[in-house]
């Protein structure tokens, strides 16, 4: 089937289920460290994945599934205005000295549409746009060689219980949005822990790490769900617009026909309507028939369970600077069920995986690692935890805002591996 075989290659968040010198050097500067949360004005609401940039440079941070930030401001910066934003909303723009250190709450107005507002130019084939719009990448979007600053992060959880978690600084090398040639990344800082112990005797390992994230840029790598032949596997329809960074946006449906037997995609796409640019797109995948979507993403079992996703969920958002565009967050998640031999209740499993571009800066003179420092489309972060043994490194960068569980499980995971390790060493003396 040719779906098939294509979301086989597409996919590299396949699960591995088993029992048992950089470009960007670190840089030493002296900064400010702002946190605090991003709320709806009216009710208080958590905005998720709202992002926060400094104006005028390419430092920007994102908020985390609790609405929270902490924005690391280097000094050179501190006179700048702080622009935040968030779809739907009003863009937000203010002096960063009228911040607080830290219990920031920073309140966004929800935008109203005006019915005065209906464009009469609006297009009304919503494929015809798709079509435009990705046809017209190499205009719209960063067209340059670029170096990116990336934080990746990816969590383990038992039901609601964090059993793991791994984080990383990324060097992406942007190729061209014009350019067929894929991005490379270089992996500069990791660090990682886990409770097997909270697992089962099933070790979950993702397969891809920060490429996961990176091939959700649908912008760069459209071949990844929408190809010339599969545009007309699609219905597309136009639901209420909405704004954006104070841009009209329009707001496209897209579901699979209902004669097309192999998996797709359903979901929405928003798209500023004076420029066709993509500015940010949700979805995720059909995985109604569990043998076919077991086949896809597990790539080994124990022979006493069956396991299969019950949710494969997508997100990508693009930023502006100077009138172009580009990548600047993205997350994956996937859910899954594992139903044991002679057990009388299953297993549920969720792994998620987000990257946020932290900075950037052109890359003029097109450097990029030699093969042997690249990171592989087969990675999986290692298991050991010595990374978090240096926090001056950590420091420097900005990172997404961890959840407090997530905080709080990495904390009792910290202290679990001392007492190992104490134990192991005085069980290792005569």
Not at 48 to 71: D, R
Not at 158 to 184: F, G
Not at 317 to 335: A, F, H, I, Q
Not at 378 to 387: Q, V
Request: neutral net charge; charged residues 25%.
């Amino acid at each position: 089937m040719f779906i098939s075989r294509k979301l086989g290659h597409i996919l590299v968040w396949i699960l591995l289920v088993a029992t048992g010198t950089n470009y960007l050097q670190a840089q030493t500067f002296n900064f400010t460290e702002y946190t605090g949360e991003v709320l709806d004005a009216n009710t208080n609401k958590a905005l998720v994945f709202a992002t926060l940039s400094i104006e005028g440079t390419n430092v920007s941070t994102i908020t985390n599934s609790e609405g929270e930030f902490a924005l690391k401001v280097p000094m050179e910066f501190e006179d700048r205005n702080l622009i935040v934003a968030f779809l739907g909303y009003k863009t937000k723009e203010f002096p960063i000295a009228q911040l607080e250190t830290k219990k920031n709450k920073i309140l966004m107005e929800e935008f109203a549409m005006a019915l005065s507002e209906a464009r009469i130019d609006a297009p009304n084939d919503a494929e015809a746009l798709v079509k435009e719009v990705l046809d017209k990448k190499g205009t719209n979007y960063l067209n340059e060689n670029t170096v990116m600053t990336a934080f990746y992060r990816e969590t383990i959880k038992k039901r609601r219980t964090n059993v793991s978690l791994s984080e990383a600084v990324v060097n992406i090398y942007k190729a061209p949005y014009s350019s067929n040639k894929k991005d490379a990344l270089e992996l500069y800082k990791a660090r990682k822990s886990t409770d097997y112990s909270k697992l089962d005797t099933v070790a979950l390992k993702l397969q891809g790490g920060p490429f996961n994230t990176l091939f959700v840029d649908m912008v760069k790598y459209p071949d990844y769900i929408f190809t010339p032949e599969t545009l007309s596997y699609y219905e597309f329809s136009f639901n209420t617009s909405t704004r954006v960074n104070d841009q009209l946006i329009y707001v496209i449906d897209f579901k699979q026909k209902e004669e097309i037997l192999d998996p797709l995609y359903t979901g929405k796409l928003y798209i500023d309507a004076e420029n066709k640019i993509l500015t940010s797109a949700i979805y995720s995948l059909n995985i109604t028939d569990k043998r076919l979507a077991s086949q896809m993403f597990v790539r080994r079992k124990p022979k006493n369970a069956e396991v299969w996703p019950t949710d494969v969920s997508y997100r990508v958002d693009y930023r502006e600077k100077n009138g172009k565009w580009y990548y600047g967050y993205s997350n994956v998640l996937l859910e899954f069920k594992v139903n044991w031999d002679k057990r009388l209740f299953n297993s549920v499993y969720s792994m998620s995986c987000e990257m946020a571009i932290t900075d950037w800066e052109e890359n003029l003179e097109n450097t990029i690692p030699k093969t042997k420092d690249r990171i592989k489309s087969s990675i999986i972060l290692s298991d050991e935890a010595i990374g978090f043994a240096d926090p001056n490194f950590w420091g420097e960068y900005n990172i997404i805002e961890p959840e407090k569980s997530i905080e709080s499980a990495i904390k009792k995971i910290q202290r679990q591996l001392k007492r190992d390790k104490s134990n192991l060493e005085s069980a290792s003396k005569p």
